[in-house]
């Protein structure tokens, strides 16, 4: 019997990689390309991540640059005794120009290079708290001002040094390099506002910046020959300047800015409305360009090759940062005076109350048109305290000379409308030589005890001292300081001052000649 086996046989099974028809290939071939692309992806994304890390690499190389450019003076020589931190919302940029020859900078401006170096020009720049308005304020050279004690090269410190001439604070300690500290400390009690930081700029520094924005654009009102630079020249020399408007940078900028004598009356007022014009030209141009990073780094570089800063803006990040906070504030919102003065013989004397009104103005934050930029609300108000007087006083045919004996701004303007209102007669107000005092004074000289009486009883709490010299004076301490006042704070710029202003949006042929 033969037996069939009924089982059916199975058709073979296909091994991996043998082939088929079922689609097992199409599966071989995805998985091939999605590594390829996986390959791709990563390698795009280790280009990038290099490029990333280049480019920071970059960015951190030129800031170790930048830093590198920047020197700092030295803050132990700032006085203990300065105005308070905060007491204005806006900041306060101290900005020196030095005439120092250090550094190759006897190549640009001649002279000595070991000669002692001198701040040629000066103004403090006031950044109100809205960042939106500014105002420099110019402070002759020749001004005559009470220095402060500063610190020497060897570590002690000078006397105070009344009826001085503003630029001498600079040179203080005969170093080539000057004394930024000094003069900040000067203008820290000229002015009774905080500096917050300081700035220093040579020739080299000057010339670069205006060669790297292409220049600037200024305005001539006759030809300017060399010996207008230089007048120790025998003969006129070659043409400078042509008369009219036309664009300098380098060397050229840098001679325009110096020239004195040759437009005008050859003073150094005319010479500050003029540089004046100059900064407000250069502001142009960086807005122009735009206030970007990107623009600002070549600047930056520039500048700081020669700039001498405090060491609040001792560093690229720094000082890149603080310029780009000014981006919002716009050219006709920025203004230029010069601290109210008048001659004083060969010198300049400051002008009082129109000074410490100025100063206290922007120490309340008022525009030169009496807006107020601080931030506040405009429609708040401010609750006048009471008088200091404690009773009505009869100043009648006295004379009174008024000094401020603290470090607080527009306090002598203040003591003289206290008396003013009480009908005495104020004959000057002024700085003491020493702005320490705690107790108001009132000096008398021989004879003169009755009236000196009569004054005190403005100032409660004052004290009577007899001088050996005539007349009746007032020395304001700490304590009238302290005192609440009905009389209210400026709120606008001096008239005196404000109708010599500058906008940075003027005309660069306006105004540039004194006398």
């Known amino acids: 019997m033969t037996v069939t086996n009924s089982r059916t046989t199975a058709p073979p099974r296909h091994r991996a990689g043998q082939g088929g028809s079922d689609g097992g290939g199409a599966r071989s071939a995805a998985r091939e390309r999605r590594r390829r692309r996986g390959r791709r992806i990563r390698f795009a994304l280790a280009f990038v991540l290099s490029l990333v890390v280049l480019a920071l690499a970059g960015a ?73 308005h500014a105002l420099a304020v110019s402070i002759p050279r020749d001004t005559l001002v009470t220095i402060p004690p500063c610190k020497l090269p060897d570590g002690t410190w000078t006397k105070t040094q009344p009826d001085t001439m503003f630029n001498a604070a600079y040179s203080v300690g005969e170093t080539a390099k000057g004394n930024p500290a000094c003069t900040q400390n000067t203008v820290e009690q000229l002015t009774g506002l905080r500096v917050d930081h300081t700035v220093v700029v040579d020739f080299k520094g000057f010339a670069s910046l205006t060669s790297v924005v292409g220049g600037v654009q200024v305005c001539l009102p006759n030809d300017v020959y060399e010996n207008d630079l230089n007048p120790n020249r025998t003969t006129r020399g070659k043409l400078l300047f042509k008369k009219g408007e036309q664009t300098v940078s380098g060397q050229k900028a840098l001679d325009y800015v110096r020239i004195r004598h040759g437009i005008g009356d050859g003073s150094d007022i005319g010479r500050i409305k003029r540089q004046q014009a100059f900064v407000a030209s250069l502001l142009k141009e960086v807005k122009s360009n735009g206030l970007t990073p990107t623009r600002l780094l070549p600047l930056a570089d520039a500048a700081t090759k ?33 601290v109210p003065w008048r001659y004083d013989g060969s010198r300049v004397a400051i002008v009082q109350p129109d000074a410490d009104d100025l100063f206290a103005a922007l120490k309340a934050d008022h525009t030169i048109d009496g807006k107020n930029a601080s931030g506040r609300k405009s429609g708040a108000k401010a609750t006048a305290p009471a008088s200091p007087s404690a009773s009505p006083v009869s100043g009648a045919g006295i004379d009174v000379t008024v000094y401020n004996g603290t470090t607080v701004g527009g306090l002598a303007a203040r003591g003289a409308a206290t008396l003013t209102s009480d009908g005495f007669t104020v004959t000057g107000t002024a700085t003491a030589s020493t702005q320490d005092h705690t107790t108001t004074l009132v000096e008398y000289g021989a004879g003169e005890q009755a009236a000196a009486e009569t004054v005190a009883k403005a100032f409660p709490g004052a004290v009577l001292q007899s001088v050996t010299r005539a007349g009746v004076s007032v020395v304001l301490g700490q304590s009238y300081a302290n005192t609440p006042t009905a009389t209210a704070s400026p709120t606008a710029v001096p008239s005196s001052v404000a109708a010599g202003a500058r906008s940075a949006d003027d005309d660069p042929c306006s105004n540039l000649t004194y006398g």
């Open 306 to 338: 020669s700039l001498t800063v405090d060491p609040g803006l001792g560093s690229a990040d720094k000082l890149i940062s603080f310029a780009m906070s000014l981006k919002d504030i716009d050219l006709h919102n920025t203004k230029f005076v010069t």
């Open 60 to 132: 951190g190389w030129l800031y170790l640059k930048l830093d590198g450019n920047i020197n700092t003076f030295d803050s132990g020589g700032l006085s203990d005794n300065r105005p308070k931190a905060g007491s204005s919302k806006g900041e306060n940029v101290l900005v020196i120009g030095s005439d120092t020859r250090t550094g190759g900078n006897d190549r640009l401006g001649g002279g000595n290079k070991d000669d002692v170096g001198r701040s040629d020009t000066a103004f403090l720049l006031h950044i109100y708290a809205d960042h939106k």
